[in-house]
Each structure stands twice: as C-alpha cells, then as structure tokens.
C-alpha cells in the first residue's frame, strides 16, 4: 500500500479521500453545442468510481462560443449548460468522488473564434518566433487536418483592451459561480499551456506597456483579477486555484522557474486554495514531449517542489508520475498531490487497484501519444490500450456484466490482439480456449517489449489478467482444420499475425541481412536452425546461451544483455522508416551502433501519433542516426548498400556497412486464414492477419470482436 499517496487530505475545505487527481484532459466528447450528456456523463463516471479522489475537468470554456479551443469544449458561460454541469457532479458525487472544472480561454489558440470568423484574443500583436530547425515530420492529411481543425483561415489577432480583460474577469466569474450552483466541487482556472493567462504571463508573448505587461507582477495582475472576481462571486470557502507553467521550454524570453514561483506566491496572496503547476513549450515539434505532455519520467517534480518552497497551499503537479514515485515524493513533502492524466484514460481504475494492493492489474499507459494527437485535428480522444475510453457510454457496462449467450471461443494466436480477445471474451463469460504456436504468449508485443519499454508493461499486464481468468491457454499448439473439427468451437477468432513478404531488393537474402521476424526470432530465442546458421560461431554460442540461461524470454534481460552483447555489426542500415523502422534504429543507437534508416515515403514513423514521431524522430538525429526519407533502397552488397532519392534527381550513393534489418513487408495474412475457414465455424479476422494496424489496431480489433461475440 502506498500510505503517502493513498492518504486524505484537504485543498481549502475540499477533503480528498486520497492523494490522486485525474488531469484535466480535453476529451472532446460532448458535441458541437458544448452541453454535456450522457457520453461526458460515463466516461466521467468510470474515473470517479475507480477511485481517482478527485476530477479536474477537461479544459471548459468560459465564455462558450468565445475563446474556445473545439466546439466540442464543454461550456459554462450560460444556464444553457447548467444541467448538464449539474449532472456531472451527481454522476461523481455517486462514487464518494469530487470534481473540479477547469475554466479555460484558449487565446492564441482559441480555434473556434477562428472557424466562427472571430478574432483571437491575445495580449500583444505576436512577433515573429524563431523558426525551429526540425522538419515538420507531418503527413499532407495530418497537416490538412490541422488546417481545418483551426479554422481554415488565417487567424486574426485581436490585442486587449483593459476593457476587455475586465470582462474577462467577470466572465469567468459567472462561469465560476455557475460551476458552484450546479454542485461543481472545486474551480481550476487554466492559467497554463500557451492560453490567454500563460500569454499574459510570458515576456515572449506580453509586449505590453501598460498595468498587463512589463513586470512579472503585471504580467501575474490577468490572472490575479481573476482569481479574485471569482472569489468574490464564489464566497471565501469554496475551493477555488490555478493551474500555471512553471517553465516555457526552448522558448526565447519565455517563463522561467523564478517567475513562476512569484506569480505563485501573487495567487496566493488574490486568493488561491492550490497551484496546479505544469509547463508549457512550442506545441509544434518536439519540445509538446518536454511539455505539456511530457515524456520524461516525474518531468515536472522538481519545478513543483521548487514553487511549494513559495506558497503555503498544496501544489499539484502532472506529468508521468507512476504511483511508487508519486508516493515517494508526497512522502518527501516534495508536492501534495499528484494528477494523472493518461494512466487514468488507460485505466480508470488505477486509485482503486492501488488501494486493494492489485498495483499489477493496472493497465499500463505506453506514452504512445494517440490520445493527446486527437484533439490537434479536433477529434474525440482515443487510447491505444483501453478501447472503452471515451466509449463508456457503449462499453462500461457491457463489460461489468456477463453474457446470456455463452459460446465456445477458440481464439488463434498469443499476441496482442487474441490476448485481448480472449480475455475480454472471457470476462464476459464465454468459454474461450487461446493457442499459441510459439513457447510464450505476446506475439509481435513481444518483440516490441524489446525496443521500447513501456511495450513490456503491457505485455506483462496482458498476461497476468489473462492469467487470472478462465481461459485454456494451449502453447506450442498449432492450429489445423483437423483441430478445429475436433475442439467444435462455436466461433474462430484469427489473431493470426501479419504474413511478411520476401523483400525483392537484390541482396536481401545475403547472410548479413535479416528482417522482423528473423531478427525477432535471433534476440527473442526462438531461433530456427536456419536463422542461427547466418551467425558467426561466436554469436551462434552467443544466443544459445541467451536461451538456456532464459534471458532471452525476458525483454528487460534481454534489453539489458543486448548492451553489453548484440549479433550484428557496427554499422546497420535499416530499411523501412515505419515505426518498427524508428524503434529498431533507437535501440541500435543506444547499443553504439552506427545507424542509417531508408524510408521510402516522405515521412518516417508516419504510424507513429505525429507527439510522439517528433520525439523519436528528435531524438534518433540527436543520436547521430542518419534518416533517408524518400529514399529507395537498390542494392544490398557484401559490405555496402547503394541508395537513390526517389524525389530529386540525384545520382545515386553507396554507404559502408556491416549489417541490414529489413522493417518492412507486412501485409495481411489471408493464406492463413482461409486455411482456418476450412474447419467450417466462423472465423472473425483480428489484428494484424487482417491488414496491419499495429499495437492500438490489434488491441482495438480484439477487442470489439470479443465484444461483439455478445
Ligand atoms: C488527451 C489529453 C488532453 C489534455 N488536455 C488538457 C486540458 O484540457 N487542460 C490541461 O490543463 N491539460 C491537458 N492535458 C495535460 C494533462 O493535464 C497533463 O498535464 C499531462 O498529460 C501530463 O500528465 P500525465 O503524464 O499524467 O498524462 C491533456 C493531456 C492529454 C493526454
Ligand atoms: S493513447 Fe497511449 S499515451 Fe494515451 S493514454 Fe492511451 S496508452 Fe497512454
């Protein structure tokens, strides 16, 4: 148990069962009027019922239509909303949960002003930002998409007025008192992430010369204002903060720490219960990862720690804290409570497995950065590891409940997408039998694990819940017609995995060149004689002891024996730039090998979320791997390879090296499956066998099949 994070506590008079706030994540599930109903009611409800003491709301708009960032934002700035508003509290206050709203203008970001033909708020006319160096690393879709969801036109900046931001205030005032009478429990006013307070507060955004701008004292007087119109309206006792950045990354004269700690202290003194400190970076690239969403572990603790020094009031802080770290530094008095935001979209009942001791049945988010890629185009948010997010109003209590129309289920297939079938099939009563045909269940998750670390978490979630349920795991068994016939299942779900096609460039059947599976099978262990014979004795010797010491069935063993031993050369040149392409170059990189990646389309890691495309992509030139995009593979030679652009006319180049992966050919695996079919029952294709839709594609297709099972 984890006394620190699990303990109550208190902001103002509001008592918190424990130490646990969701983040406020802009969901966008309420429809293009912003009133809330049932959709926004259940996936609210999950998150409260699971345990979370507290719900800040995704990011409402004050003044609805006016600086709002979606039209699908929730809005408060009339009694339009306040049934639906009023609902929201009933559905959390049910579960012995609170919920605070987070009050938001957008400003420069208000996308909605745009596409409605108003003109954006902002402090100061903008100057020109200095041009990042990093390609855009977007898709032509991606950047149209983006293009519509901000209006389709080029923004007008309106500077305010002292008028204006008087309104301001009272406007959010209003929407404040509103939340009050509609039993909203708490009030967090979004001060943060690039947004009309976070501008007023940034030197490289505020140029103004009047009681706004200059200062970090005028800079902080907006949000003050604010704060303390709310308060009055609101009355001394009702839970009432801010949510501020305390650094803007990258960001020539943007906030720093020490200003961020002063405005801290100034919101105290307006009248805050808590400061919700996170930070902010251009949106646009790779710093998104450093912040808001940021990928480095517990990114934002010190910074918390750091502003806690200057104010009285609890601080929050966000920002890929997992439970044990969190504990940890409540324990050290370093920040008082801890808001998740993606680990609770991944598993809503994160607080509530934590307070049971369950800490390893808790879904585990794989800061894969689909979720958060959504609201850029202006789409409802989707998780990669927990289909029901967002969808609770189709799935919450379908899958608390049990079948009346039990089947016989023979899932094909260990990976993700049949580990996911079969348990929720399972769950819902169904008697499901899963084969496998290799020694060990995660099929291509496996490999995956390997690469990238979050992949294993999931992995060894998969197999514990599956573990604990009534399913017939058959490993090592092979599915024939033959088998099927005898086990009479009522149903075949054919997880069966992807078919890979030979590569057709001259050279790949070389000895020094290997694809997925084949290196899957070298580091995995589960190596044929025939992928052996390509290796050195050395590395022969090698990956045989791998396997009889059983590192090689652990990916973590595996990933850290891979440092010290690898079989394959110093320079490798990958072809195909996908996202198997990327994850494969980064953990060449990591093991000191000199990397070249081939992709053949403009954008590499295109099946990457674009947050986190930018991230590997940043990282990996940073690494000094070299990346070819529209670039064609020719030739692949004993000691060389020889390449040309497929979009300039440039003649073509041959680099030195030592070894080849190739990381693409995967296509649908209908051979395989038309053998199911013969058996006779129906076979309902899953995953990758039915074209490749990677890990959130699999997990999605098993798990709407085991749905649909009914
Ligand atoms: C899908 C998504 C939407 C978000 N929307 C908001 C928002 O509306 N308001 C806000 O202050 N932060 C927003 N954030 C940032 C989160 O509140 C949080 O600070 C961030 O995700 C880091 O925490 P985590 O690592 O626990 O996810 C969003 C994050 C995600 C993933
Ligand atoms: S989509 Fe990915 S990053 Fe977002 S919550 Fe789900 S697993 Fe985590």
Redesign the pocket.
């Known amino acids: 148990m984890l006394k620190h994070l699990m303990s109550p506590t208190k902001i103002g008079n509001l008592e918190l069962r424990n130490r646990i706030a969701m983040a406020p994540m802009g969901v966008e599930i309420v429809e293009a009027d912003g009133i809330i109903r049932e959709p926004t009611l259940r996936y609210y409800e999950e998150r409260a019922r699971g345990g979370a003491a507290l719900l800040i709301s995704e990011n409402t708009a004050a003044c609805y239509p006016r600086g709002a960032n979606s039209a699908h934002e929730i809005g408060v700035s009339s009694d339009l909303f306040l049934p639906g508003l009023t609902a929201l509290a009933e559905v959390v206050h049910r579960h012995d949960s609170k919920i605070a709203i987070q009050l938001a203008h957008h400003g420069k970001v208000a996308r909605l002003d745009t596409q409605q033909g108003r003109e954006l708020l902002m402090p100061s006319q903008p100057r020109p930002q200095p041009r990042s160096t990093e390609p855009l690393s977007l898709s032509r879709e991606e950047i149209q998409l983006m293009a519509k969801a901000a209006g389709g036109k080029k923004p007008v900046i309106h500077e305010a007025t002292p008028l204006d931001l008087e309104q301001l205030a009272e406007d959010f005032a209003d929407a404040a008192l509103r939340a009050k009478r509609a039993g909203i429990d708490a009030v967090e006013i979004h001060g943060a992430h690039g947004y009309i307070f976070s501008e007023f507060h940034s030197p490289a955004w505020n140029f103004r010369e009047d009681e706004y701008g200059g200062s970090v004292g005028n800079r902080s007087r907006l949000l003050c204002n604010v704060i303390r119109a709310c308060r009055e309206k609101v009355g001394p006792d009702f839970p009432l903060w801010a949510r501020i950045d305390a650094v803007e990354f990258d960001v020539p004269d943007g906030i720093t720490l020490e200003d961020a700690a002063r405005r801290a202290e100034l919101l105290e003194e307006a009248g805050v219960d808590a400061v919700h400190v996170s930070a902010y970076a251009n949106p646009l690239g790779p710093g998104f990862t450093k912040a808001p969403i940021v990928h480095y572990m517990a990114g934002f603790v010190d910074f918390a720690a750091k502003i806690k020094e200057h104010v009285s009031v609890p601080v929050i802080t966000a920002g890929r804290i997992e439970p044990d770290e969190g504990n940890r530094i409540i324990g050290e008095g370093k920040v008082d409570i801890i808001s998740m935001g ?1 680990k609770l ?2 598993d809503p009942d994160l607080p509530k497995k934590l307070a049971e001791g369950r800490q390893n049945e808790i879904r585990p ?8 890629a959504q609201p850029f185009f202006d789409r409802k948010v ?5 289909p029901a ?1 967002a969808n609770e109003i189709e799935y919450a209590d379908l899958l608390r409940s049990k079948t009346t129309n039990a089947k016989r289920v023979l899932v094909v297939g260990g990976g993700p997408s049949g580990l996911e079938a079969a348990s929720i099939a399972a769950m819902r009563g169904h008697d499901v039998i899963l084969c496998e045909k290799s020694a060990s269940l995660g099929g291509t998750l496996r490999f995956a694990a390997l690469p990238y670390e979050p992949n294993e978490n999931l992995l060894n979630y998969l197999e514990t819940r599956i573990g604990k349920l009534p399913v017939d795991i058959r490993l090592q068994t092979e599915v024939t017609p033959k088998f099927i016939k005898e086990l009479a299942p009522d149903v075949v779900l054919a997880a069966v995995g992807p078919r890979r096609e030979k590569s057709r460039i001259p050279g790949a059947d070389r000895d020094h060149v290997f694809d997925g599976d084949t290196l899957r099978d070298l580091l995995t262990g589960e190596g044929s004689t025939e992928v052996e014979a390509q290796l050195s004795l050395t590395a022969r010797l090698a990956v045989r002891a791998g396997r009889l010491t059983g590192v090689t069935n652990s990916p973590s063993k595996l990933r850290q024996a891979s440092k010290a031993y690898m079989p394959m050369g110093k320079r490798i040149a990958v072809i195909g730039g996908g996202l198997v392409g990327a994850e494969l170059a980064e953990f060449m990189a990591e093991r000191g090998r000199e990397v070249h990646v081939f992709e053949e389309g403009a954008v590499l890691a295109l099946e990457m979320a674009h947050p986190r495309r930018w991230r590997v992509l940043y990282d990996l030139r940073e690494a000094g791997v070299s990346l070819y995009s529209e670039t064609r593979v020719l030739e692949i030679k004993d000691k060389t390879i020889r390449f040309e652009p497929t979009s300039q006319d440039k003649p073509a180049q041959e680099i030195e090296i030592d070894g080849v992966v190739i990381a693409t050919g995967l296509i649908a695996n209908s051979e395989t499956v038309e053998i199911l079919r013969e058996a006779g029952p129906p076979v309902v294709v899953i995953g990758d066998a039915g074209g490749v839709g990677y890990l959130d594609g699999a997990i999605e297709d098993g798990f709407k099949a085991a749905i649909a099972l009914n």
């Not at 988010?365 to 958060?372: A, H, L, S």
């Not at 989707?382 to 927990?386: D, E, K, L």
């Open positions: 993606r979209l991944a988010c794989i800061y894969c950065y689909i979720c958060v989707r998780c990669a590891v927990n997010a």
